[in-house]
């Protein structure tokens, strides 16, 4: 059954760091595979299917709203595939989905699909891009929830996102027969995320794959491109994911947690590599010259009683030059995540650090900087008040972000923010350049600037914290006056 079954293993190449660049079309991240990663199988249980370019009409007409068995027990059959001989098989040249949505100014209530966690925003990977976490096991009874809201709910999010680097991370344990989408909203869906989406979606992680996705992947395989293909990664441990994504920043339901430890306990070939007890020790004793991962107030005592971290300092020179700044997508872009810890490192032991004119690596390097603080710039204490921001009328915002900054946020935290905010007035200046606006560099910095004491950032709180620094960014010169 589809809750409990995961595939066992046959050799694969292991994922490497630059796997956006790897031959493999549909890379894993496992050592061993029970089918290939790149899902061909024999398709002759599909070869009576009719290929037709109008999917919504053939699926409506074939009764396939939902993929279920007819002796469904609540989850979804090992073998179910068998159940699409008659599925449709999706023709290419098929246009993106227009759908329909509510006015710009009309901010939609998404309470009702928001409340069961469905989707979170953890972070940032080890490559600098905003993470964005699905877990199937959050999905209510196809009773309770609505599916247009919910895809509406989906493109709401990713809208915040798309227009730099992120990778999506879907846990696929956990769907049922009760609660998996019609084959007709899949389909819709990934219309509706047209090249927008699919652009900058640099790793699509599916983590515990089975036969489902499988029979999906075979479903949709004309529609998508051999490009968007090699984004896909297939995970089958937990312990795989380590290498790209901080797993401290992920909250993993703890039904998948369960499932991974089950799957490992029946897989005695899996080795879960070693801890690193230096590392935690290191954590405990940093060197005087650490910058990473401490304090402002450990980095100041360690450097003369300099407010500016000389990580900041060094970024933002090095950023301030005019062919910097002119720089397309400055601060949306990844970088090589080896380089990044390379320069993390030389930092921490106090040596002389090169960017070697790379923009982006410098630009990742200061968001690194700001998310690996002990605590955010614009510290715990005041991410209450910043997360009402939107619903301050427009009077007493001015007032209200004055008394936060000038007047509650420690000093040395102000004089940072005011640096940084400062260089970024000159990336603004640029944005004809760099297409990089107020409103795009506060989808960037916001999440780097205010976090939650749980470290998690939710989606309700995304809104008013990328209008507050929106709202920074562009009233600087009033707000700083000191």
């Given amino acids: 059954m589809e809750a409990d079954y995961q595939p066992k293993f046959s050799p694969s190449r292991a994922l490497t760091a630059t796997h956006n660049d790897h031959e493999d079309p549909y890379p894993s991240l496992s050592d061993y595979h029970d089918y290939e990663p790149n899902l061909e199988f024999d398709d002759t249980e599909l070869q009576h299917a009719t290929v037709t370019s109008d999917m919504e009409e053939k699926i409506e007409a074939s009764g396939l709203d939902y993929l279920e068995s007819p002796v469904s027990d609540g989850t979804i059959e090992e073998n179910f595939e068998e159940e699409l001989v008659n599925a449709p098989v999706i023709a290419t040249g098929v246009d993106s989905l227009s759908y329909a949505f509510m006015d710009d100014e009309t901010e939609e209530d998404f309470s009702e699909v928001a409340k069961y966690g469905i989707v979170e925003v953890v972070g940032d990977d080890t490559y600098g891009r905003k993470v964005i976490v699905v877990s199937a096991c959050k999905l209510p009874g196809n009773k309770e929830l609505d599916h247009a809201l919910l895809l509406r709910y989906l493109m709401y999010t990713l809208d915040k996102f798309v227009e730099e680097d992120y990778s999506l991370v879907y846990f696929h344990y956990g769907l049922t027969s009760k609660n998996k989408p019609p084959l007709s909203w899949l389909w819709q869906a990934y219309r509706a995320f047209d090249r927008k989406y699919k652009k900058n979606l640099k790793a699509l992680y599916l983590v515990h794959p089975t036969n489902f996705i499988r029979v999906i992947w075979q479903i949709f395989r004309a529609a998508i491109s051999a490009k968007f293909g090699r984004k896909v990664m297939y995970v089958n441990y937990l312990h795989e994911l380590k290498q790209h994504l901080h797993l401290d920043q992920i909250s993993i339901p703890q039904p998948v947690l369960e499932h991974d430890e089950r799957l490992l306990q029946k897989n005695s070939r899996v080795v879960q590599p070693p801890s690193a007890p230096q590392q935690n020790a290191k954590f405990h004793t940093p060197l005087q010259t650490q910058q990473f991962g401490v304090s402002l107030q450990f980095i100041k005592d360690n450097n ?4 500016i971290p000389p990580v900041v300092r060094q970024c933002v020179e090095f950023l301030s ?61 005041l991410y209450d008040e910043i997360t009402q921001f939107q619903s301050m009328s427009k009077e007493e915002r001015p007032r209200q972000v004055k008394i936060l900054i000038l007047e509650k946020l420690p000093e040395d935290n102000y004089q940072i923010l005011k640096y940084i905010v400062q260089f970024l007035s000159k990336v603004m200046d640029r944005s004809d350049l760099n297409k990089m606006t107020s409103s795009n560099l506060a989808v960037v910095f916001g999440p780097n600037l205010v976090w939650a004491q749980t470290g998690q950032l939710s989606l309700s709180a995304i809104g008013p914290i990328n209008m507050f620094t929106d709202f920074v960014l562009t009233h600087q010169d009033q707000i700083f006056i000191i």
Avoid: I, W
């Fill in 321 to 381: 030059q005019p062919d910097a700044l002119e720089t397309e997508g400055l601060f949306r872009r990844s970088a090589s995540v080896q380089l990044v810890k390379d320069l993390q490192s030389k930092y921490n032991q106090g040596q002389t650090v090169d960017f070697h004119g790379d923009v982006h690596l410098a630009a990742v390097l200061l968001k690194t900087f700001l998310r690996e603080l002990e605590e955010p710039l614009m510290t715990f204490d």
């Fill in 304 to 307: 003369n009683g300099e407010v």
